[in-house]
């Protein structure tokens, strides 16, 4: 910390300081306008309106003329008009809300992988059809201002997407959510490929404008840092303790709407940017070193600068903390300030607000609403951690060691000195229970401690979560098992009620409504349209499955996909889509957990094949393989798989011999907006994770939902899709949890599958042999020895199921209506996938609340 960040200072005197007292609410007297009381009435919408509407923004809100504007200008024109429109329901729904005082969620997760509002937004209001018809009069096209939205990209992967379709179901749902996070000012990096290679850009999300937030600095919140504590002795004579921090950061908060669909009903997202306090810029006038006090500026927004891009591998970061500790801390201020009423008896917390953390990453709030308690309103120890208690749940995302947070205590001391007291109190306590219920047993105490001794000492955020929250949930019924069973077997055993499972679901408004346009009407013109709110009822479609002019019209839906995925592709990348393929699609974060690699050598296996004469070319069934995928800036072998797989591509799409066969595409920079055009063009979707690795998925449930058939190992959701369309429309390959467990207990050897199997072998020496390397052996020798010398993730072991599963793959894609008959029930018997079930359950089983009409 920089000995210039003071966070004292003279205060401004009060004829130039405007107010940032929020809670001062409406004017200061009785207004006697009309219009001033009535309700704010939203815009009246015919296309005529919409058109008035559109202009009057173009030309007071850009500044421009019709004729002079730019594709931006009617861009952010065209979201006004639409945030307009939203704009009374908004603030009604706030009003019912606090009227109410029903118990809201407050969903605290680190990241939002939003995707595109423009769309989402029209859909809500149902403003698509007035918009398009009202650009087409002004000779402007809608669908090019919705490509012009750069998506907000504020999560790395599946996480930070399960909490944006979260909110969505919410506010369809009409419950009360207020969405807590940060405002990156550069979400997830811009991937590009310079020579096969990943090339991390910066993401300028914000640079052409960003329509759809609402800053409020005026209800700024401070936050502090460092510093010690100090003990004191109050009024009425007891001790107590008061957090001296040695510098702040002010949380600006943005709040963005989420509509819910079709019902009136705006929630709100509420997301902290990190400013330099007054102090900073009063030190510009104090200490005449101008350069030093801008240099402690940048210092506080480096907070919310930017999001860190690993995926399920967090490394410990200061920075990274100081992000958890100030959203989180900015989030609980503004909820206790400004949600509840002034003089609220805060000991009646838990019958407002439930906070769910979205993983470990906001766990320091727990010790945080403690010292608010406790320091600030001084209640006692006990009594705060009652309320705590009730106040929190958990949901854990992973199995993998490395993903579980452990903060040093070196660090957490430094940075949040009265934080790490209080979770050594909490643990002291916690302990004494463990002991109280298992006497005698001390390695068991020491197993669960919140503070980790070895290898040094740290604090694991999910026991501290497990400890302190009502409910820690998994995100899939294995996952839920192994998590009872594996992760916290001994935590399972103290508190066996707390634990329990909520599958992970995905929206079906941006999904298959507003993704697959053509499927949707094709549905809806079947059973009618309550399937978008109610997506059990999907169900009534099982008998279409065996009407072949339903099976024709679903075909021909799928091929307007392909054929707009192949548009998108050809201008985005500069990739050509062969016609007619089966369409084999793995995208998602590149790991090794999920296995590209198999995929990977599927794809050479099938090269090498054919070069060695062992199948002519003309045998296969013509397959396009289509991969996205992101890997971690410092993760270097997922980035070496990356540069593999665009090695392979070249070679196998510049061959001959392959010519309408089998082609390689990597479009770069998977993201939400990418995934809406990917998925519903998919025949094949790839769940390839070695079981026990992958939580849960939703990548899965959503290809699944419009109509691909998944090849999925018996891992996360692939269960319980399997389960619910049914064996014969799944195609399961790889060994299952309990047998990669046995595999690993008995001693796992890559080497002899290697030695064993003639086309892995072949296939592997291929790589090694520097034949997708200009000659360049070495290049990926990490890749492959890892594999056959390693092989964590077990890819060898199951590489010869994976391939007689792709074979069964082929067969059955040669009959037509077999195969589409298996993707129509696939459609029809994935409607458990919706995150409203998802929210349904969190409702029930966790928050214990209801929705507010
Ligand atoms: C759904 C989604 C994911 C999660 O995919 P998984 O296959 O479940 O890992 C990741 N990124 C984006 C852009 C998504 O839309």
């Known amino acids: 910390m920089p000995d210039h960040i003071q966070t004292s200072g003279p205060a401004p005197t009060a004829d130039e300081s405007p107010s940032t007292d929020h809670r001062v609410y409406g004017p200061s007297s009785t207004p006697s306008h009309p219009l001033a009381t009535a309700p704010v009435s939203p815009p009246p919408f015919s296309v005529d309106g919409f058109v008035k509407e559109f202009l009057h923004e173009l030309n007071t809100n850009q500044g421009v003329a019709l004729s002079r504007s730019s594709i931006n200008d009617q861009y952010l024109a065209l979201a006004s008009t639409v945030k307009n429109y939203l704009m009374a329901r908004w603030l009604e729904t706030g009003r019912k809300t606090r009227e109410s005082q029903a118990k809201t969620v407050g969903y605290l997760s680190a990241e939002y992988l939003l995707g595109r509002q423009l769309g989402n937004a029209l859909l809500a209001t149902d403003l698509g059809d007035i918009a398009q018809r009202g650009l087409e009069l002004c000779g402007l096209d809608l669908a090019t201002l919705r490509a012009q939205e750069v998506e907000p990209g504020l999560g790395n992967g599946g996480l930070g997407r399960l909490a944006a379709c979260f909110i969505d179901s919410l506010a369809t749902m009409n419950v009360p959510c207020i969405g807590y996070g940060i405002r990156y000012e550069y979400g997830i990096f811009r991937q590009t490929f310079v020579d096969g290679r990943q090339v991390e850009q910066p993401d300028t999300w914000l640079a052409l404008g960003s329509p759809w937030e609402f800053p409020h600095p005026e209800a700024s919140v401070t936050v502090h840092f460092g510093g010690h504590t100090e003990k004191y002795t109050d009024a009425a004579g007891t001790e107590r303790t008061r957090w001296v921090p040695e510098w702040n950061v002010l949380g600006v908060p943005y709040n963005y709407m989420v509509p819910g669909y079709l019902n009136g009903r705006v929630n709100t997202l509420r997301l902290w940017s990190a400013q330099a306090t007054q102090a900073f810029d009063l030190q510009i006038f104090n200490s005449g070193d101008y350069a030093d006090a801008v240099r402690a500026q940048t210092f506080a927004e480096n907070i919310s600068k930017v999001l860190y891009p690993e995926d399920s591998t967090p490394q410990g970061k200061e920075l990274r903390l100081q992000q958890q500790y100030f959203f989180v801390a900015c989030s609980l201020r503004d909820f206790i300030d400004n949600e509840l009423e002034e003089g609220f008896d805060l000991h009646r917390l838990p019958e407002r607000i439930h906070f769910q953390l979205n993983d470990t990453h906001p766990v320091i709030a727990v010790p945080e609403l403690m010292r608010i308690l406790v320091d600030d309103h001084g209640f006692d120890w006990d009594e705060a951690w009652e309320v705590t208690q009730q106040c929190f749940a958990y949901t854990c995302h992973t199995l993998l060691p490395e993903a579980l947070e452990i903060w040093s205590t070196e660090l957490l001391g430094r940075l949040l000195p009265r934080h790490l007291e209080i979770i050594y109190q909490i643990n002291d306590e916690f302990l004494a229970r463990v002991r109280e219920a298992f006497p005698g047993d001390e390695l068991r105490a020491r197993r669960m401690s919140i503070i980790a001794e070895y290898p040094s000492r740290g604090v694991r955020m999910a026991y501290l979560a497990t400890v302190a929250g009502t409910k820690v949930n998994g995100v899939a019924e294995l996952h839920s098992q192994l998590l009872r069973d594996k992760v916290l077997p001994d935590f399972s055993e103290l508190y066996p009620d707390k634990f329990t499972n909520v599958t992970n679901g995905v929206t079906p408004r941006r999904f298959v409504r507003m993704a697959n346009p053509k499927l949707s009407e094709l549905i809806t013109d079947a059973i009618g349209s309550g ?204 060994m299952s949890e309990p047998e990669v467990a046995q595999l690993g207990a008995q001693g796992y050897h890559p080497g002899s599958y290697y030695e064993s199997n003639p086309r892995l072998k072949a296939a592997l020496d291929l790589i090694w042999s520097g034949h997708f390397s200009d000659g360049d052996r070495y290049l990926f020798d990490s890749v492959v020895t890892n594999l056959v010398h390693n092989d964590r993730f077990m890819v060898l072991a199951d590489f010869d199921s994976y391939l007689a599963t792709q074979a069964k793959v082929e067969e059955k894609y040669a009959d037509v209506d077999a195969w589409t008959r298996s993707a129509v029930l696939n459609v029809a018997r994935s409607g458990f996938f919706s995150s409203d079930r998802s929210m349904r359950d969190y409702l029930k089983r966790i928050w214990h609340t209801q929705p507010v009409i």
Do not use: C
């Open 531 to 734: 399937w978008v709110t109610d997506l059990e009822r999907l169900r009534e479609l099982e008998p279409y499955a065996d009407d072949p002019e339903f099976r024709e019209q679903f075909r021909a839906a799928k091929a307007w996909n392909k054929s707009r995925l192949t548009d998108l592709l050809a201008q985005r990348d500069g990739i050509e889509l062969p016609d007619g393929h089966l369409l084999d699609v793995m995208v998602k974060r590149l790991h090794e957990y999920k296995r590209q690699s198999l995929k990977l050598l599927h794809i050479v296996s099938l090269y090498e094949q054919v070069h060695s004469g062992a199948i002519a070319a003309a045998d296969l069934t013509p397959r396009t393989v289509v991969f996205g995928a992101k890997a971690a800036p410092g993760y270097k072998m997922a980035k070496d798989t990356i540069h593999l797989i665009n090695k392979v591509a070249a070679i196998v799409n510049a061959d001959p011999v392959l010519e309408g066969r089998l082609k390689v595409a990597f479009p770069a920079n998977y993201n939400v907006t990418l995934a809406e055009k990917l998925i519903p063009a998919a025949d094949l979707s790839e769940q390839i994770s070695l079981a026990g690795m992958e939580a849960s998925g939703t990548g899965n449930m959503k290809f699944a939902l419009n109509g691909a058939l998944t090849i999925g190992t018996d891992d996360g959701a692939n269960v319980e899709i399997r389960e619910l369309v049914g064996d014969k429309h799944f195609f399961l390959f790889g």
